[in-house]
Structures are given as C-alpha cells and as structure tokens.
C-alpha cells in the first residue's frame, strides 16, 4: 500500500460513516503505527514513539485529523488563513467526534460527567480543566491555542516524546457546554514544589534547547518549539529531587514559527517491508 492508497482508504471509512469493518481496518492501522510497520513521516521514529504512548486512541484520533488535514477545496481559496484554520478544524472536530461516538469514547457534556465519573475539578488553566483521579489527573484539554484538532494531538505526541514520565494518555473526546471540542487525557500525579527559572533553564539547557524569549518561557531546538516553561509546569518531586514537566506548550518548529525552525510539516506515510 501506498501513501495515496493508505489516505484514500481512510477517507473511504470516514464516508461510509465507521462500520464494523471500517473500525477494524482503523484498528489494524493503529497496529501497524505502534509496531512501526506504518511510518507517519509527520513525526521522528522518537516522536512517533511518543503518539504509541498516548494510546491507541491517540493514534487513531491523529490519523483521522491528517486525512482531514490537507482537504482544502475550492471554496476555501477564497478564505483568509484564519478563516481557512477554522474550517480545516471543524472538519478534524466533526470526524474524530463521529469516530469517537461509534467506539464509545464520546462525553457530552465534559463538565457534567467527568467529575460524576473521574474526580472532582482541582484546577482549570487557560486551555485545561484539571480533575484529581487519585494517582493520576484527568485534563479535559480545549483548543485555544491550537484551533485544529491535529495540532492539540501533535503536542500530546511530542510531550509524550520528551517527557515521557509525565506522558498524557487519551481517553477520548467530547465537548463543553459552550460547544467547545474537548481532548480527554490521563496523566500520572506528581507531588512536589515550584522550581526557579534559573533551574528550568540549566535543565532545558541539558535536553539541548536553547532559551529563546524569557518572558513567556521559550526554548526551541531546529526541531521543536517549546514554551510556557515556568514554574506552575515544572516541580520538583518531593520524593525523588527529579525535575517533571506536567505541562507545556510544545509544537513542531517549523520555519513559520520565526524560531530557527526546520521542520515542515506532512501526513505522508509509508509503509515498511
């Protein structure tokens, strides 16, 4: 199978509305990404690695949003890149939402259910309401930072890539009562205290990131964009001295950014012998 092939498969399952037979060739698909017969080349071995770790449901939810991705049509020549971003999400929105509700990983009301069935609300931050599980936190993720669906996916891939001892796993999906699209993610509890700036950087230093911007926490390879580094996101265990990032705003560093990167991105794949 081919690039076009693997896509036109996909988009094949998604017109004809996610039957029994579809799901399972998903699945298989999802199968083939894990054990690296199907390489996404949107991601490094690594980063690929890192979207396995989210679960099959992140696998799957992120090539639903990369068949979606690249669907521009005639009608969206006319639009501004604003408009055009908007659009392309609500299409990544609506498959993902049709998929997740045929598999059972649809909540309707986020707000509702989740602390009727996970825990209740302990902290809400500029795009996540943060619930407490026990040993774990639940993250009802929004995308006001992202606007398209792949994106908030693609972060979750490469938080899970470098810093995998916080690694996020989804759950599923569902919407707020405003309507907004939700990512419903698990990650491990870690206790500990605030770390200086000084700290953060000294470490970010060691991954091989650079600082970029103090003022909102920046740090970039010609690889990733990295920020909000500061000291609400990184703590210090109490148990073991060792720095954990629990959150971050990690993206793809692609020349657009204006940040030294090289990236560019693609939905292209291929399958290995």
Sequence with gaps: MNNADFWASVRTIIAEGFTPEGLYKLDSYAVQFITGELVYQRFSPQEQHGCSAGGTTNVIASLLAGAEAGTDSQDQESLSDYQRECQLGAQQEAVIERWAKAVGLWTDCVEDSLPQSLGEQIAEGGEAVVYDHGSTLIKSIGLDYFIQPIFALDRITLHNTYFPETKLTVL?????????????????????????DE????????MGFELKNPRNWTYTTPDIYLSDMHDENVIRSNKSDTLFVVDCDIRI???????????????DVIFSD
């Excluded at 569902?174 to 200086?196: H, L, M, N, T």
């Excluded at 700290?199 to 060691?206: C, K, N, Q, S």
């Excluded at 560093?253 to 939905?267: F, H, Y």
């Design 172 to 196: 599923g999906f569902g919407r707020d009562k405003r309507g907004e699209f939700k990512i419903i993610a698990e990650q491990p509890y870690i206790e500990g205290q605030p770390v200086s």
């Design 253 to 267: 560093n692609i020349p657009e950014l204006r940040q030294g990167g090289v990236r560019r991105l693609t939905t």
């Design 199 to 206: 700290e953060i950087a000294d470490y970010m230093r060691l």
